[in-house]
């Protein structure tokens, strides 16, 4: 597992290094990498808890209740990036949550830092490989790369996806879904709109869609291969999270894959994003340190 001196050598020790990443839409696709990130795995889980069939009000209240549980989460990324055209990069990476408001994601190519993300309350940074002083290595440049804009205010949004906010204030779609799924919309990603399917029997959301006024889809975040967490803080010993079985109270579920794609105005593919998270760490304490962006990070807008 990472645990909070893992997670502060990892953020305070990065290679800085001469590898840019290889995405030509950097920047933007970091407000997906972020709603994708955020959400956690861990692996060989247990069943998930099952539910009795109840109302959506009744659903969007027992999942809100759930992701109340969650304060910190700690990780290891496996980060795959396909651009419009088909070129890709895979990266290792880091990840570090501190409910509500804070989170950093730290990216690697061959040791290299080739990303770091950081949100802190209502301030963003992003650094990439092309911010680094020492970036000398053009082999894996694009020459058309340059990252689109991205604002702080999107960075939070993607971030409110892991608390309870969303299912708050969403309400359930008349005439979407059927016995297995239903479908709730409100606010998330900067729109008012946003769709959200929801598995009956588990409550687990399992994609959110974002769509244009002429209904077509024009991004979606498909959430798999779920595990059951379960919340100790309330234990004499060191807080931790493990897995533990289905029947014990409180327990937390959360996807191991998460896959982000966009869609282009003409329905050609934007590019797509794929996480997987493990030695998931749920709750623990984290350094202050963790969520210090680095000297060569731009502040976002």
């Known amino acids: 597992m990472i645990q909070a001196a893992h997670v502060q050598i990892l953020f305070g020790r990065g290679a800085r290094g001469n590898v840019t990443l290889v995405f030509a839409q950097a920047r933007r696709w970091c407000v997906a990498l972020l709603a994708a990130a955020t959400l956690g795995a861990c692996t060989t889980p247990p069943p998930l808890p099952l539910y009795a069939p109840m109302q959506a009000p009744d659903a969007l209240r027992t999942i809100v209740q759930r992701h109340r549980l969650l304060q910190t989460l700690s ?65 894996f440049i694009n020459p058309g790369a340059v990252p689109q804009s991205a604002s702080t205010r999107q ?52 994609r959110f869609v974002i769509v244009d006024d002429t209904g077509q889809t024009r991004a979606e975040l498909t959430l798999s291969n779920y595990v059951a967490v379960a919340d100790q803080r309330a234990q004499a010993e060191p807080t931790q999270a493990r897995l533990f079985p289905t029947s014990f109270v409180g327990t ?50």
């Open 75 to 139: 990780a290891r990324a496996d980060v795959r990036l396909i651009d419009a055209n088909g070129r890709s990069i895979s990266l290792d990476g880091a990840l570090v949550v501190s409910m509500p408001d804070q989170m950093r994601l730290r990216c690697w190519k061959l040791g290299r830092a080739a990303l770091d993300l950081t949100v802190k309350g209502n301030r963003a940074w992003l650094m990439t490989a092309r911010d680094e002083p020492a970036v000398t290595d053009t082999t």
């Open 155 to 206: 960075m939070r949004a993607a971030l409110d996806l892991l608390g309870p906010a969303f299912f708050e204030s969403a309400a359930e779609l008349p005439g979407l879904g059927g016995p297995e799924v239903f479908w709730v919309s409100g606010p998330a990603l900067g729109r008012s709109d946003a769709r959200c399917e929801i598995n009956r029997a588990t409550l687990t959301p399992r």
């Open 252 to 301: 937390l579920t959360i996807p191991t894959r998460i896959d982000v794609r966009a869609v282009r105005p003409d329905g050609d593919p934007g590019g797509q994003i794929t996480v997987e998270l493990d030695e998931l760490e749920v709750n623990a304490p984290l350094a202050s340190a963790a969520f210090v962006p680095p000297s060569t990070a731009r502040e976002l807008p």
